[in-house]
T-cell receptor, first 113, second 112 residues
Framework: KAGVTQTPRYLIKTRGQQVTLSCSPI?????VSWYQQTPGQGLQFLFE???????NKGNFPGRFSGRQFSNSRSEMNVSTLELGDSALYLCASRGTGGRSPLHFGNGTRLTVT | AQSVTQPDIHITVSEGASLELRCNYS??????LFWYVQSPGQGLQLLLKYFSGDTLVQGIKGFEAEFKRSQSSFNLRKPSVHWSDAAEYFCAVGAGTYKYIFGTGTRLKVLA
Protein backbone atom coordinates (compact mmCIF):
# COMPACT_ATOMS: atom_id res chain seq x y z
CA LYS A 1 0.00 0.00 0.00
CA ALA A 2 1.41 3.37 -0.97
CA GLY A 3 2.06 5.78 1.86
CA VAL A 4 1.13 9.42 2.20
CA THR A 5 2.52 11.42 -0.70
CA GLN A 6 3.29 15.10 -0.49
CA THR A 7 4.26 17.34 -3.37
CA PRO A 8 6.42 19.20 -3.94
CA ARG A 9 9.23 18.21 -1.58
CA TYR A 10 10.85 21.63 -1.67
CA LEU A 11 9.59 25.13 -2.39
CA ILE A 12 11.24 28.51 -2.35
CA LYS A 13 8.95 31.51 -2.37
CA THR A 14 9.24 35.22 -1.80
CA ARG A 15 7.47 37.20 0.88
CA GLY A 16 3.99 38.23 -0.18
CA GLN A 17 3.52 35.34 -2.58
CA GLN A 18 1.12 32.49 -2.04
CA VAL A 19 1.76 28.76 -2.15
CA THR A 20 -0.25 25.56 -2.51
CA LEU A 21 0.89 22.25 -1.11
CA SER A 22 -0.62 18.91 -2.03
CA CYS A 23 -1.17 15.70 -0.12
CA SER A 24 -2.44 12.31 -1.26
CA PRO A 25 -3.45 10.11 1.68
CA ILE A 26 -3.14 6.38 2.03
CA UNK A 27 -5.79 4.65 -0.03
CA UNK A 28 -8.97 4.31 1.98
CA UNK A 29 -8.07 7.01 4.49
CA UNK A 30 -10.61 9.79 4.60
CA UNK A 31 -8.99 11.95 7.25
CA VAL A 32 -6.13 14.26 6.36
CA SER A 33 -4.36 16.53 8.82
CA TRP A 34 -1.72 19.19 8.29
CA TYR A 35 1.06 20.15 10.67
CA GLN A 36 3.70 22.85 10.61
CA GLN A 37 7.08 21.86 12.01
CA THR A 38 9.73 24.42 12.94
CA PRO A 39 12.80 24.10 15.17
CA GLY A 40 11.45 26.60 17.67
CA GLN A 41 7.79 25.57 17.85
CA GLY A 42 7.90 21.86 17.15
CA LEU A 43 4.84 20.26 15.55
CA GLN A 44 1.85 22.52 15.42
CA PHE A 45 -1.56 21.39 14.23
CA LEU A 46 -3.01 23.37 11.35
CA PHE A 47 -6.27 21.63 10.47
CA GLU A 48 -7.92 18.33 9.76
CA UNK A 49 -10.28 17.39 6.98
CA UNK A 50 -12.64 14.47 6.81
CA UNK A 51 -14.89 13.74 3.86
CA UNK A 52 -14.27 17.19 2.40
CA UNK A 53 -15.19 18.97 5.64
CA UNK A 54 -12.84 20.75 8.00
CA UNK A 55 -13.30 18.98 11.30
CA ASN A 56 -10.66 20.64 13.46
CA LYS A 57 -8.58 23.76 13.21
CA GLY A 58 -5.47 24.88 15.02
CA ASN A 59 -4.49 28.36 16.06
CA PHE A 60 -3.17 29.78 12.81
CA PRO A 61 -4.14 32.97 10.99
CA GLY A 62 -6.63 32.96 8.17
CA ARG A 63 -3.77 33.10 5.64
CA PHE A 64 -3.57 29.35 6.14
CA SER A 65 -6.37 27.46 4.51
CA GLY A 66 -7.04 24.04 3.14
CA ARG A 67 -9.47 21.88 1.35
CA GLN A 68 -10.14 18.26 0.64
CA PHE A 69 -11.44 16.73 -2.53
CA SER A 70 -13.87 13.87 -3.03
CA ASN A 71 -10.97 11.45 -3.56
CA SER A 72 -9.59 12.50 -0.12
CA ARG A 73 -6.61 14.32 -1.59
CA SER A 74 -5.98 17.56 0.22
CA GLU A 75 -4.37 20.87 -0.52
CA MET A 76 -3.09 23.51 1.82
CA ASN A 77 -2.72 27.13 0.80
CA VAL A 78 -0.78 29.90 2.43
CA SER A 79 -1.35 33.41 1.16
CA THR A 80 0.75 36.53 1.67
CA LEU A 81 3.76 34.55 2.77
CA GLU A 82 5.89 35.78 5.64
CA LEU A 83 9.45 34.84 6.56
CA GLY A 84 8.11 33.03 9.62
CA ASP A 85 6.15 30.65 7.41
CA SER A 86 9.38 28.89 6.50
CA ALA A 87 8.91 25.39 7.84
CA LEU A 88 8.42 21.74 7.09
CA TYR A 89 4.74 21.13 6.37
CA LEU A 90 3.63 17.64 7.15
CA CYS A 91 0.51 15.93 6.00
CA ALA A 92 -0.88 12.91 7.81
CA SER A 93 -3.75 10.59 7.06
CA ARG A 94 -5.58 8.17 9.27
CA GLY A 95 -8.17 5.48 8.95
CA THR A 96 -11.61 5.51 10.47
CA GLY A 97 -12.04 4.93 14.16
CA GLY A 98 -10.92 7.12 17.02
CA ARG A 99 -7.86 5.02 17.76
CA SER A 100 -6.28 5.11 14.34
CA PRO A 101 -2.77 6.54 14.40
CA LEU A 102 -1.58 9.24 12.07
CA HIS A 103 0.51 8.21 9.09
CA PHE A 104 2.79 10.97 7.87
CA GLY A 105 4.19 11.93 4.52
CA ASN A 106 7.76 13.14 4.08
CA GLY A 107 6.69 16.75 4.09
CA THR A 108 7.16 19.83 1.98
CA ARG A 109 10.04 22.08 2.96
CA LEU A 110 8.95 25.68 2.37
CA THR A 111 11.52 28.44 2.41
CA VAL A 112 10.33 32.04 2.27
CA THR A 113 12.92 34.64 1.30
CA ALA B 1 -4.92 21.32 30.05
CA GLN B 2 -3.84 18.53 27.75
CA SER B 3 -0.10 18.37 27.19
CA VAL B 4 2.84 16.12 26.44
CA THR B 5 6.27 16.73 27.94
CA GLN B 6 9.52 15.26 26.73
CA PRO B 7 11.98 16.59 29.29
CA ASP B 8 15.14 15.67 27.39
CA ILE B 9 15.84 17.79 24.32
CA HIS B 10 19.03 15.93 23.46
CA ILE B 11 20.32 12.51 24.50
CA THR B 12 23.64 10.93 23.55
CA VAL B 13 24.33 7.24 23.98
CA SER B 14 27.03 4.89 22.79
CA GLU B 15 26.20 2.25 20.25
CA GLY B 16 25.17 -0.93 22.03
CA ALA B 17 24.07 0.88 25.15
CA SER B 18 20.50 0.85 26.41
CA LEU B 19 18.16 3.75 25.83
CA GLU B 20 15.23 5.28 27.63
CA LEU B 21 13.38 8.34 26.35
CA ARG B 22 10.97 9.96 28.74
CA CYS B 23 7.45 11.12 28.04
CA ASN B 24 4.91 12.52 30.46
CA TYR B 25 1.38 13.47 29.53
CA SER B 26 -1.47 15.38 31.02
CA UNK B 27 -4.88 14.18 29.97
CA UNK B 28 -8.06 13.67 31.94
CA UNK B 29 -9.35 10.50 30.33
CA UNK B 30 -7.70 7.28 29.22
CA UNK B 31 -5.12 8.36 26.68
CA UNK B 32 -4.11 6.82 23.43
CA LEU B 33 -0.33 7.09 23.31
CA PHE B 34 2.12 6.95 20.45
CA TRP B 35 5.81 7.18 19.75
CA TYR B 36 7.08 8.41 16.40
CA VAL B 37 10.57 8.67 14.95
CA GLN B 38 11.75 11.25 12.44
CA SER B 39 14.96 11.00 10.44
CA PRO B 40 16.41 14.20 8.98
CA GLY B 41 14.34 15.55 6.11
CA GLN B 42 11.70 12.88 6.53
CA GLY B 43 8.23 12.61 7.94
CA LEU B 44 7.29 10.91 11.17
CA GLN B 45 7.17 7.12 11.31
CA LEU B 46 5.01 5.34 13.87
CA LEU B 47 7.10 3.20 16.23
CA LEU B 48 4.37 1.93 18.53
CA LYS B 49 1.03 2.71 20.07
CA TYR B 50 -0.86 2.07 23.29
CA PHE B 51 -4.62 2.00 23.55
CA SER B 52 -5.42 -0.33 26.45
CA GLY B 53 -4.53 -3.68 27.95
CA ASP B 54 -0.95 -4.78 28.49
CA THR B 55 1.01 -1.75 29.65
CA LEU B 56 4.20 -2.89 27.93
CA VAL B 57 3.90 -2.52 24.18
CA GLN B 58 6.29 -3.68 21.52
CA GLY B 59 7.01 -1.70 18.41
CA ILE B 60 9.12 -1.80 15.32
CA LYS B 61 12.92 -1.66 15.21
CA GLY B 62 13.23 -3.33 18.62
CA PHE B 63 11.59 -0.52 20.58
CA GLU B 64 9.18 -0.96 23.45
CA ALA B 65 7.31 1.44 25.71
CA GLU B 66 5.69 1.10 29.09
CA PHE B 67 2.53 2.92 30.12
CA LYS B 68 2.42 3.89 33.79
CA ARG B 69 -0.86 5.50 34.68
CA SER B 70 0.22 6.43 38.21
CA GLN B 71 3.14 8.42 36.82
CA SER B 72 1.37 9.66 33.67
CA SER B 73 4.32 8.38 31.72
CA PHE B 74 4.94 6.46 28.54
CA ASN B 75 8.69 5.98 28.28
CA LEU B 76 10.34 4.50 25.22
CA ARG B 77 13.10 1.94 25.63
CA LYS B 78 15.54 -0.05 23.59
CA PRO B 79 18.00 -2.53 25.11
CA SER B 80 20.79 -1.98 22.58
CA VAL B 81 21.00 1.10 20.39
CA HIS B 82 22.26 0.97 16.81
CA TRP B 83 23.87 3.87 14.97
CA SER B 84 20.86 3.94 12.64
CA ASP B 85 18.62 4.85 15.59
CA ALA B 86 20.01 8.39 15.58
CA ALA B 87 16.96 10.53 14.88
CA GLU B 88 14.37 12.65 16.63
CA TYR B 89 11.69 10.95 18.66
CA PHE B 90 8.24 12.30 19.38
CA CYS B 91 5.73 11.20 21.94
CA ALA B 92 2.08 11.96 21.21
CA VAL B 93 -1.26 11.55 22.94
CA GLY B 94 -4.59 11.10 21.25
CA ALA B 95 -6.68 13.62 23.10
CA GLY B 96 -10.23 12.84 22.19
CA THR B 97 -11.36 11.20 19.00
CA TYR B 98 -9.66 13.39 16.47
CA LYS B 99 -7.05 15.45 18.24
CA TYR B 100 -3.39 14.62 18.72
CA ILE B 101 -0.90 16.45 20.90
CA PHE B 102 2.81 16.05 20.25
CA GLY B 103 5.75 16.56 22.55
CA THR B 104 8.61 18.78 21.48
CA GLY B 105 10.82 15.84 20.64
CA THR B 106 14.07 14.29 21.85
CA ARG B 107 17.03 14.26 19.52
CA LEU B 108 19.09 11.10 19.88
CA LYS B 109 22.76 11.01 19.00
CA VAL B 110 24.57 7.68 18.87
CA LEU B 111 28.32 7.48 19.38
CA ALA B 112 30.23 4.80 17.51
Amino acid sequence: KAGVTQTPRYLIKTRGQQVTLSCSPISGHRSVSWYQQTPGQGLQFLFEYFSETQRNKGNFPGRFSGRQFSNSRSEMNVSTLELGDSALYLCASRGTGGRSPLHFGNGTRLTVT
Amino acid sequence: AQSVTQPDIHITVSEGASLELRCNYSYGATPYLFWYVQSPGQGLQLLLKYFSGDTLVQGIKGFEAEFKRSQSSFNLRKPSVHWSDAAEYFCAVGAGTYKYIFGTGTRLKVLA
